[in-house]
């Protein structure tokens, strides 16, 4: 997901029954669903139960807006540290950590291309099953 997208879930956005999560007015206005793995589940539940939030998932400074793109990145920088990752992170960098994961799986590229919503890496290819949220989550 792109931090933009990040910062605009709200908790009725997660749906947990079919293990989605709803992303709306994404990149190109376009609404679409991306895979929730158990782990982020439960990252997502202890967060609820810690902050309570209201509509939006990660409310910012005043709860009636979202956190901000700047606050966010602020936060992955935080958590690098924390974690003692001597290299530079992003939130962009985790974009391509996940498509890694999927390839070192042997997800099929032009897959990993329709979930990043990019086509840089290899032309669309018709005829395609839509069923790409059965690939596993690279993400345990």
Same mark, same amino acid.
């Given at each position: 997901? =792109?931090?933009? *997208?990040i910062i605009s879930l709200k908790i009725e956005n997660i749906d947990s029954t079919r293990m989605v999560i709803r992303? *709306?007015? @994404?990149? @190109?206005r376009k609404d679409r669903y991306v895979m929730l793995s158990?782990?982020?589940? %439960?990252?997502l539940r202890g967060w609820w139960r810690a902050a =309570?939030?209201?509509?939006?998932?990660?409310? @910012?400074?005043?709860p009636i807006n979202p956190l901000t793109t700047?606050?966010?990145? =602020?936060?992955c920088h935080a958590a690098a540290?924390?974690? *003692?990752? %001597? #290299?530079p992170v992003s939130l962009h960098t985790l974009r391509h950590s996940?498509?890694?994961?999927?390839? *070192?799986? #042997?997800t099929d590229i032009r897959v990993i291309q329709v979930l990043l919503e990019t086509e840089?890496?290899?032309?669309?290819?018709?005829? =395609?099953?839509? %069923?790409l949220l059965s690939v596993p989550s690279a993400v345990w």
């Open positions: 997901m =792109r931090a933009s *997208e992303v *709306e007015q @994404g990149k @190109g158990p782990y982020l589940l %439960d990252l =309570r939030p209201r509509g939006w998932l990660f409310p @910012g400074q005043n700047r606050q966010l990145n =602020r936060a540290m924390m974690a *003692e990752i %001597d #290299k996940f498509a890694t994961h999927l390839l *070192e799986q #042997k840089t890496y290899c032309p669309p290819t018709h005829g =395609r099953g839509p %069923d």
